[in-house]
Each structure stands twice: as C-alpha cells, then as structure tokens.
C-alpha cells in the first residue's frame, strides 16, 4: 500500500549543482503537485499537474522545473541550487480536483550549502 | 484575498481531554476549507474538508470541524485527546470563484500529555 513515494529522502548539495527529486504515486490519480515547506511558512506550492502531458506554475516556482512523464510519475528539478531552497519537499496528488491534494509522500529533506 | 490565520502556533492538552484547534479565515468569495495533520518526519494527511454542505463536518480519527460563516471560523475539535493526535495541524482555504489557489495556515502543533 504504497500511496505517494518520494525519493530521495534526505539530500546534501553544493550550491550551484543540480538534482533531480523523484516522485511516483500508484492510485492512478489525475493530479500531482510539488510543494516546499519551511519553518513558520506552512506550505506553499511550487508546480502542479492537473493531469497527464500538464504543468502549471504553483506560488514560487522560480529556481525549478517539472516534468509529468507519464500518469505515476512527476519529478522536481533544481538546474543550479542555491541556499534559499534548502527546505522539506512534499509531492502530493489527488483525484478530486486540480488544487486538493489528498494524499503526501514522506518527503525529501535538502540542504543546500 | 484569502487568507488563513491559526490562532494558535502550539495547544498543550492532557491525554482524555477535549482538543480545539482554532482558525479563522478570510475570502471573498465561498470558502472551501480543509484541516490536514502531519506527524513528525511525514507527509500532510487530509483530516477533513468542508465544500458548501454541512456546516459540521466530520473527519477521521474523531475530529470534526464547523463552518462558522457568521464568525469566519473554522475550528477544529476532538471531545478526547489521544497521545497518537501529537502532531502539527494546517487549516487551508480554497477561494472558489477566485484564484482558486490554496492557501495553507502556519500550523499549530498539537501536545499531548500523559
């Protein structure tokens, strides 16, 4: 009973490589999301994917790309990390609409030196 | 805009005792709202979700929730704390009609003591 799984769970980086976040969730759900959590900030949402072959723009999506390879899978992209997204990355999905996420991974932890 | 405000960053309750978890909100338009839980080193899980239905909503693991439009409040309850409810709890609004973004609170970590 899998649910969402993120991988990897804990990252150190250098500032200026890139990485790769990996997410997958098997309830054949429509909707997928990637969100940052920061202390004292409650999440925000970085891109979505209301379905398969789509992405749209979340709250703070400067520094990341996303790409939905197919209906499991929705991965997150740092090109050249900094500081400022040393943070706990959630992906989420859902069935019940473009903006409800219903169901999170454990998270991956990543800092960024 | 909307907005979500938890009134409290942390509630300290003993184990048996009634729980209230309080958050306020602010939108323009009619309100979805939502309470989710996360325990340590996990993800966020859905509590429960108030839609235009039910003022009261019930959830799972004995929480419910009234939509109090009159005071722009949604808080959360529990009639007995269980040492499994320690954890941080996000009220989260979707502004139907609006943006439609979703807008999550700063948490309020839940303590239960023996």
């Known amino acids: 009973n899998a649910g969402v799984t993120q991988t990897p769970k804990f990252q150190v980086l250098k500032t200026g490589q890139s990485m790769t976040l990996q997410c997958a969730q098997d309830m054949n759900h429509n909707s997928m999301y990637w969100y940052r959590q920061d202390p004292g900030m409650g999440l925000r949402l970085i891109y979505y994917?209301?379905?398969?072959?789509?992405?749209d723009k979340g709250e703070v999506p400067n520094g990341y790309n996303v790409s939905r390879l197919n209906k499991r899978e929705f991965s997150l992209r740092l090109e050249s990390a900094a500081p400022s997204q040393t943070s706990v990355y959630f992906c989420?999905?859902?069935?019940?609409?473009?903006?409800?996420?219903?169901?999170f991974g454990d998270g991956t932890r990543l800092s960024i030196l | 805009a909307q907005s979500v405000t938890q009134l409290d960053s942390h509630v300290s309750v003993s184990e048996g005792t009634p729980v209230l978890l309080r958050c306020n909100y602010s939108?323009?338009?009619?309100?979805?709202l939502f309470w989710y839980v996360q325990h340590p080193n996990k993800g966020l899980q859905l509590l429960l979700k108030?839609?235009?239905?039910?003022?009261l909503v019930k959830g799972i693991n004995g929480f419910e929730a009234e939509f109090k439009k009159s005071e722009t409040s949604f808080h959360l309850t529990k009639p007995s704390a269980h040492m499994s409810d320690a954890a941080e709890y996000f009220c989260?609004?979707?502004?139907?009609?609006?943006?439609?973004?979703?807008?999550f609170g700063k948490g309020t970590k839940l303590t239960v003591n023996p």
């Open positions: 994917s209301a379905s398969e072959g789509t992405t």
């Open positions: 108030y839609t235009s239905a039910a003022t």
């Open positions: 989260v609004v979707i502004a139907q009609g609006g943006s439609e973004k979703l807008v």
């Open positions: 939108s323009s338009y009619s309100p979805s």
């Open positions: 989420a999905s859902s069935d019940q609409g473009a903006l409800m996420p219903q169901h």
